[in-house]
């Protein structure tokens, strides 16, 4: 028997050990698995949405189009619908995708107004947040290694094995105990996630930073408990102190660097355009018609000799006017995306200390399903919403009707390309407090393993 | 004194000496207190921030100029919910839901812009408020405090000692238990008293308060009798140690996770368009204002005629188009209210579901009786979306109203009524849900903590006999 | 068994030599010198605090003395403590090994242990062969080989862990108050496992401060008091091998030296 089978037989034969790592197991197949459901109740609704909007579209065709089809009319009714498709990897990290809005439809009035609408959800439901992979990973992974780990050495002195144990010739037993734990405990959370990668079609290098992020936030927590085995003699007192570590790192500080991080970058901007956005659209209706035109071509001069029209009402002038006010409050739109994204950089950054709030980063960013991914969603809504305008300005500068052949011809919305990336300085500052605590734990384990 | 109280006594004296236990209950105190402050802070600038919101929206309705009213129809009105008092001891799902609504005629508009939308990630990790802390974190704390209580006689083996010195194994753990019931309620007292000042100062009312009061207070013995049941149960400290954190993880953290999971897989709510797209076809359904041959209109005018007494639309008194501005808001919000009670009821079935393992997991109990009284919970929401609505209904109506009494009188091709008329419609008045009033909300919760409480007692019970037997 | 080892280096298995070692300003042994040989039972008798703990640590490695030498088969434990413990087998007071195994199963893993990188040459699976004679030597029942050791009692656990002495198959055996808490009948019973030992020609160091233990089986008895051996006595050929009486005076009453 080798040594390394020999401590495979003994973690094994253990009830505590075998129970935590059996608990993992299913933890994390069952989150896979749970994310997996997610995701495909998402694709489940495009595709609903997708055939409820195809119908409602060809009864506006049915309704509008005609030989003398107004386009002002067919723009105003045909909502084109926009969709974001779960990302490969979104069954480990579904993020905020509970949350934000994964269809979503646009005419081409103004955008502002359009694209901040909430789809239904649950609030209730959705308090608790998701239960999927990054969730057993970052909160119940660290409970299970703590009861692996916590009690390396103390529990053998307690055992009043420590001494027998040090005794015989071979070495390298903490350093063998420690790595087949770490091992069985990254297998236990990467297995089901390759699995599911695997059925998903995730890509390899994504799945492959996903387990390294696992392997790194692992490493830590072993060098945490390792080290307050080694600085606490008893291991109950050692078992306390790491869950209350785990409460400070994954509970307390997230939750305290949330209230501090909404409080100090308000969002109130969002709020601020819409209500802007309004006032400039109905004050559209009480100046004249020209001023509205002037601003619009400024920014559309190909149009400028078409402003002319018969009469009180022009959809041309309605379109003009609806684009005038999102042009109206395009400054607001830059400050309120970026309140978000400094929200979203401090997070970050407090990734850098908070390991837990790191591994949540990198995992999220490389399955999409964070609010940069969202933002990337809103971003091609916009640039099809531009689309969407350009097409319907020469029917309604140039008084072309609007015919079924038209319809045909209204642009598509295409999902976007998806925007993960590696969050490489949020791994590189992983790695580092991985390797800081892994090395604190072998010293300490190293020095309460000598003579007492 | 009995031995119960001395035993009590006992195990204060062990707390006191116990510098782990004094440095995590003065943090749990600490964070209590840092809660309480943060999240009031929180509270009163998301309360300042809505009512300015809400005054300015106000003040720009009043400032509109001379209009057709179909044109205030559609330039509509903001209103923004109200945050509760007690909201800032439990957040509920107010940073999930959106609480500003744009109302306009024939449209309901979702609520935007909630926090949870425009914040990252960290939100998720939970939100800091006393509640947070009094139903995540103090459960851990009891456990650390408790879960050696009688575990650590056994190993010393002072049980045998006491119980030789005549100590009964009742004794002994209602002597634990009242010791650290005593420990529970200390943890509890700045929240307590913090709500005590809230209710004192006028700021909430005192039946919630005391109620909340009678919910922490169940639950915080609920783990206490956890703690000291299952300390009494087994055969090391560590093995209750053990137990604890893994009936907690399941209890606190696990179950309210997998359980909404499962109620969004069973039960399925439509999306914002595929309702709507429906609401369009029911609408069509009925009839085309526009068409001349529709028949539904027809019959509509020729019901108004008869009304008037007139032949032609011309001889009304009123103008037509407002008229059917007025029944075909009555048909769309009658469509509306119908598909909103639809979801309404699939959001609730979906939280009944949630609701059902209370009994599994009483933190639903206590997070959903805490909600409620804090009036910050999927309920009170819904409570402010439909007075929204009622209120949309109204003033749109008005509007319609002036279009058709006031319009005939009005000549020239853009007419428009005077601007004093906006004045006269009314502003959105939120009437703050009373807690009290949902009793099935509340009962329930005291119903299941109460129900865990007998049965841990039972168990208790049980545990004291067996810690005579097993002492030998 | 079949591959014994034997020491090959000349003089004692075990040798101090001014054995000098202070902890915290408090010197604990100081100039203590021992020998023993290969196929001799030495017991070290001594009061609490005498220097016995000291002396077994100083063996394994696991202190540096301040001054002196301690060789184990002619290695230097302090300096190559992998080597020297790889030459001995230690029994610690109140045997206790992992309770969830089997008999059988313990043996077999702290072998896998000790066997760990010294080598290949051992690396191939003999455990059965190693220990199944082992625990045959001892004299544990065979019903209760494959039992876990949550059931046994303190002199069953004992002979499981001489057992795994045994099957270390190792020049040198420490033994730490090795019949602390036995039964007489188990005494017995471990009296005869030394004699055992004793032929296949191991040097035993048993450390005690169980005198009438140490008059049945030891060949050489040595007095530690005050951090060296104040005395030293041989077993003469006798059936009554020492005289009781004299060495439980010399025992009560450390320093009066004849």
């Known amino acids: ?452 | 004194m009995t031995g119960a109280t001395l035993i009590a006594r006992e195990e204060w004296r062990a707390l006191l000496r116990n510098r782990a236990g004094l440095v995590a209950t003065a943090l749990l105190v600490l964070l209590v207190l840092v809660a309480s402050f943060t999240s009031l802070e929180r509270h009163s600038s998301i309360e300042a921030d809505r009512a300015h919101y809400q005054a300015t929206v106000d003040h720009a309705f009043d400032q509109q100029p001379d209009r057709h009213p179909h044109r205030m129809v559609h330039y509509g009105q903001f209103v923004f919910r109200p945050i509760a008092p007690l909201a800032f001891f439990d957040s509920g799902v107010d940073s999930f839901t959106g609480n500003i609504i744009f109302l306009e005629g024939h449209r309901q508009n979702s609520a935007n812009f909630a926090e949870a939308r425009q914040s990252s990630l960290l939100l998720r990790f939970g939100q800091l408020t006393p509640a947070f802390v009094l139903q995540t974190l103090a459960p851990l704390l009891l456990i650390f405090l408790g879960f050696a209580s009688v575990a650590r006689e056994r190993e010393r083996g002072t049980l045998r000692l006491m119980l030789a010195h005549g100590i009964n194994g009742r004794e002994l753990l209602l002597g634990k238990l009242l010791g650290h019931a005593a420990i529970a309620l200390a943890v509890g007292l700045p929240a307590f008293i913090v709500l005590l000042g809230f209710a004192l100062a006028g700021a909430a009312a005192w039946p919630e308060t005391l109620l909340m009061l009678g919910g922490y207070s169940a639950w915080l013995l609920l783990w206490v009798l956890l703690s000291v049941s299952a300390s009494a149960l087994v055969q090391r400290p560590r093995d209750a140690l053990a137990v604890l954190v893994g009936l907690w993880m399941v209890v606190v953290i696990l179950l309210p996770r997998v359980l909404p999971e499962v109620a969004a897989a069973r039960i399925s709510l439509d999306t914002k368009i595929e309702t709507e797209i429906v609401l369009h076809r029911e609408l069509a359904a009925i009839g085309d204002s526009h068409d001349p041959e529709d028949p539904y209109f027809n019959e509509f005018r020729e019901k108004v005629l008869a009304e008037y007494g007139v032949e032609s639309i011309e001889e009304l008194p009123v103008q037509y188009a407002g008229l059917v501005g007025i029944e075909g808001e009555r048909l769309t919000s009658a469509i509306y209210a119908e598909a909103a009670s639809r979801s309404a009821a699939r959001e609730s079935a979906q939280n009944r579901f949630v609701h059902a393992f209370s009994a599994l997991s009483p933190l639903l109990a206590i997070r959903q009786l805490s909600m409620t009284l804090a009036g910050s919970d999927a309920g009170a929401h819904s409570d402010f979306l439909q007075q929204a609505e009622d209120f949309r209904y109204r003033f749109v109506q008005q509007l319609n109203r002036m279009q058709a009494e006031l319009l005939p009188g009005i000549s020239g091709e853009d007419p428009r009524i005077s601007a004093t008329y906006w004045q006269d419609i009314p502003r959105f008045d939120y009437q703050a849900l009373d807690p009290l009033r949902r009793q099935e909300d509340i009962l329930w919760p005291f119903v299941v903590l109460v129900g865990w409480i007998g049965g841990l007692l039972t168990i208790a019970a049980f545990a004291a006999q067996r810690l005579e037997r097993i002492a030998k | 068994m079949s591959d014994k080892q034997q020491h090959s280096a000349p003089g004692p298995a075990i040798a101090i030599e001014n054995l000098q070692h202070r902890y915290e300003e408090k010197a604990v042994l100081h100039g203590l010198n021992l020998d023993v040989h290969s196929g001799e039972i030495y017991a070290l008798l001594g009061g609490n605090g005498a220097g016995k703990s000291t002396t077994l640590a100083a063996l394994l490695g696991f202190i540096a003395p301040s001054a002196g030498s301690v060789r184990v088969c002619g290695i230097d434990p302090v300096t190559e403590p992998r080597r020297a413990r790889a030459q001995l087998a230690y029994v610690p007071e109140n045997v206790s090994l992992y309770e969830h195994l089997t008999a059988r199963e313990n043996i077999s893993y702290f072998l896998a242990l000790a066997d760990a990188g010294q080598g290949t040459d051992r690396r191939t699976d003999q455990s059965t062969d190693r220990i199944e004679p082992a625990l045959q030597a001892v004299g544990l029942a065979a019903d209760a080989w494959d039992k876990p050791l949550a059931g046994f009692s303190k002199g069953m656990r004992q002979k499981t862990a001489i057992a795994l002495a045994l099957a270390r198959d190792v020049p040198v055996l420490l033994l730490d108050e090795p019949t602390s808490g036995l039964d007489p009948r188990a005494v017995l019973e471990f009296n005869q496992l030394l004699d055992t030992a004793r032929e296949r020609k191991v040097a035993v160091l048993m450390v005690t401060h169980d005198l009438v233990s140490a008059v049945d089986i030891a060949d050489r008895i040595g007095f530690l008091a005050e951090g060296r051996i104040e005395e030293e006595q041989q077993a003469s050929a006798q059936s009554v091998r020492f005289d009781l009486n004299a060495l439980h005076d010399r025992y009560t009453h450390p320093g009066a030296a004849a």
């Open chain 1, 1 to 452: 028997m080798t040594p390394v089978h020999a401590e495979a037989l003994l973690l094994l034969k253990s009830g505590r050990n075998l129970v935590a790592l059996l608990l993992l197991v299913a933890l994390s197949v069952a989150a896979v698995w749970s994310g997996s459901v997610q995701v495909s109740g998402q694709q489940e609704v495009i595709e609903r949405v997708a055939q409820a909007q195809e119908e409602d579209l060809a009864a506006v065709e049915q309704a509008q189009a005609g030989p003398r089809g107004d386009p002002g009319y067919a723009g105003y009714y045909a909502f084109m619908l926009t969709q974001d498709p779960p990302p490969a990897l979104a069954f480990a990290a579904m993020g905020l995708r509970d949350l934000q809005p994964y269809v979503l439809r646009v005419r081409a009035l103004g955008l502002q107004q359009q694209l901040y609408d909430a789809e239904i959800y649950n609030p209730e439901l959705a308090l608790p947040g998701v239960f999927d992979w990054a969730f057993v990973l970052v909160y119940l992974t660290p409970l299970v290694i703590i009861a692996l780990a916590h009690d390396l050495v103390t529990g053998e002195r307690e055992a009043g094995r420590l001494r027998l144990l040090l005794s015989l010739p071979g070495g390298g037993v903490w350093r063998r105990r420690v790595i087949l734990r770490y091992l069985l405990v990254v297998i236990a959370l990467g297995l089901p996630l390759i699995v599911g990668a695997c059925l998903a079609a995730a890509p390899m290098t994504g799945t492959a930073a996903m387990l390294l992020t696992a392997a790194l936030y692992c490493a830590f927590w072993f060098g945490l408990a390792l080290l307050l085995g080694s600085l606490l003699r008893a291991s109950t007192t050692a078992a306390a102190a790491m869950t209350g570590c785990w409460i400070v790192l994954t509970l307390i500080l997230p939750t305290l660097g949330n209230a501090v991080i909404a409080r100090a970058i308000p969002a109130g901007k969002g709020i601020d355009l819409t209500l802007a956005q309004r006032e400039a659209v109905h004050a559209g209706w009480d100046i004249p018609k020209s001023e509205t035109f002037e601003r619009f071509f400024s920014s559309h001069p190909q149009w400028r000799e078409k402003g002319q029209f018969e009469g009180r009402f022009h959809w041309k002038w309605y379109y003009a006017m609806h684009q005038v006010g999102d042009e109206a409050v395009a400054e607001d739109v830059v400050a309120y995306r970026t309140s978000l994204i400094a929200r979203e950089d401090w997070t970050r950054r407090l990734g850098y200390v908070l390991p837990g709030v790191g591994a949540m980063t990198i995992v999220h960013r490389l399955a999409d399903t964070d609010q940069l991914g969202q933002f990337a969603y809103q971003d091609s809504i916009a640039g099809f919403h531009e689309k969407l305008r350009h097409f319907y300005y020469p029917y309604l500068f140039n008084d072309r009707p609007f015919t079924r052949a038209d319809f045909n011809q209204i642009p598509r919305y295409a999902p976007r390309v998806q925007s993960d990336s590696l969050a490489v300085v949020s791994l590189l500052m992983l790695m580092l407090v991985a390797a800081l605590l892994a090395y604190l734990g072998a010293r300490g384990i190293a020095r309460v393993s000598g003579v007492q």
